[in-house]
């Protein structure tokens, strides 16, 4: 019988609390988390990482929403009006949701502006800003999308509106338009719709382009400032 | 293998898109058939009910019609239309909703035009567009008179003139 080889592959390391001692852990944060900056970075350059915290708020918000919104036409209201006057911490969260929606809008813009008036988004770094638009129109999508699910009349209408601008697009136009709705008419499915785009479709897109933004930032680094 | 692994995915999501696009989009193009509804009696109109036998005048009113909605029950459906009584048993029925974006429009006596709040649309008698953003004439019902009682049928577009 052979001896088993003895394993060297983990260095002990002593004196380092139970997980350290195990896992290392510090040294991949080290390695993740110190990257180098090029000099006279601004405060303009946190727009990015606030856009990504509005995100984890409305993720999280989103969540325990989902655990009491009912996407359907008769129970819509009602669900949202448990959330808001029963539910313990309801309003909220859901207030959380609301605001963080809105700054997230108002950041992911001033993230922009900050990266075009840098110039940031030129060679190398041109593919970051292709995949920040395609997050950016997911955003929108997402504001689009959440404002219908309260089924209270600011939303049905301001939806109604919505989709009839994108029933104006020549040729496609009324297949967009009923496509988006369902059907011919506003109603049950168009609900539905929205409610799977909002929570599954969008933020599933822009957490698969959060990943290629953030690995491109990476390996790329921030660009000098100017 | 380089290769295999691609098409490999290629044809999974071939597979799952042929499968998952088609009913997501199919519900865009189910046309269902709206029942005739009643808006009301011609002439001798009941306390609060509009007077559809006066002639040559835009009467706002609303009627019932009992629709489905996918997996909802069955449910009654208030609808707002204007009404003219053209004589000769003639009707023009139009929808109340803005041809351009969609906002209720509303019947100016003074100025015998429909007016949109919301950009200024502007639409004369025959539901024609005289001012503003909208790009067809207002839309309308299929009508038809039974038994002294005029009914409304399916909502129907009608093609841009001046
Ligand atoms: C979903 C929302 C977004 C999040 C969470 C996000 C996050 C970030 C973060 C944290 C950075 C690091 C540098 C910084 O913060 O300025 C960054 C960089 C960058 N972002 Fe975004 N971003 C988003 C949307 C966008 C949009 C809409 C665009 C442009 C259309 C864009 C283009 C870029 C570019 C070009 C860089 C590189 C900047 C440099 O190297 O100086 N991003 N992003
Ligand atoms: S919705 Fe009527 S003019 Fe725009």
């Known amino acids: ?226 | 293998m380089r290769w295999g692994l691609g098409s490999v995915t290629a044809a999974i999501a071939a597979v799952l898109g042929a499968f998952g696009l088609p009913p997501i989009i199919a519900p865009a193009f189910r046309h269902t058939k709206s029942p005739w509804s009643p808006i009301g009696k011609i002439g001798a109109p009941e306390a609060g009910q509009a007077d559809l036998a006066l002639q040559g005048q835009v009467v706002a009113t609303t009627f019932t019609r009992t629709l489905t909605d996918a997996f909802m029950p069955p449910q009654a459906q208030q609808t707002a239309v204007f009404v003219v009584n053209l004589g000769n048993g003639q009707f023009d029925v139009f929808d109340a909703r803005c041809t351009h974006l969609g906002c209720p429009v509303s019947w100016n006596q003074s100025t015998n035009e429909f007016y949109c709040p919301c950009h200024g649309g502007v639409f004369n008698m025959q539901g024609n567009v005289v001012a503003g953003p909208p790009p067809r004439p207002l839309d309308r019902y299929e009508w038809k008179v039974q038994d002294g009682v005029l009914y409304a049928g399916g909502l129907y577009r009608v093609k841009g003139e001046s």
């Open chain 1, 1 to 226: 019988m052979d001896a088993a080889p003895e394993r060297q592959d983990v260095a002990p390391e002593q004196g380092q609390g139970w997980l350290e001692e195990r896992l290392g852990l510090r040294r991949v944060a080290r390695r993740v988390l110190d990257r180098p900056v090029p000099e006279g970075v601004t405060w303009f350059h946190c727009f990015g990482g606030l856009t990504f915290f509005t995100f984890i708020v409305l993720v999280v918000t989103g969540i325990v929403l989902a655990f009491y919104y009912v996407p359907s036409p008769d129970h819509a209201r009602a669900s949202v009006a448990y959330i808001d006057s029963s539910l313990p911490f309801g309003s909220l969260v859901r207030n959380l949701h609301r605001w963080s929606a809105y700054a997230m809008i108002v950041l992911v813009f001033l993230h922009m502006v900050r990266v075009f008036v840098h110039g940031a988004y030129r060679k190398p770094r041109e593919l970051s800003w292709v995949v920040g638009v395609l997050m950016l129109l997911a955003v929108l999508a997402l504001g689009f999308t959440g404002y219908l699910l309260p089924w209270d009349q600011k939303g049905y209408w301001a939806t109604n509106v919505g989709i009839n601008i994108a029933g104006s697009v020549p040729v496609v136009g009324t297949y967009l338009a009923d496509l988006l709705r369902g059907g011919h008419e506003l109603g049950a499915l168009t609900l539905l719709r929205f409610y799977a785009l909002h929570v599954f479709v969008l933020p599933l897109l822009v957490g698969v382009g959060l990943v290629a933004h953030f690995a491109m930032i990476r390996k790329q680094g921030i660009s000098k400032p100017l």
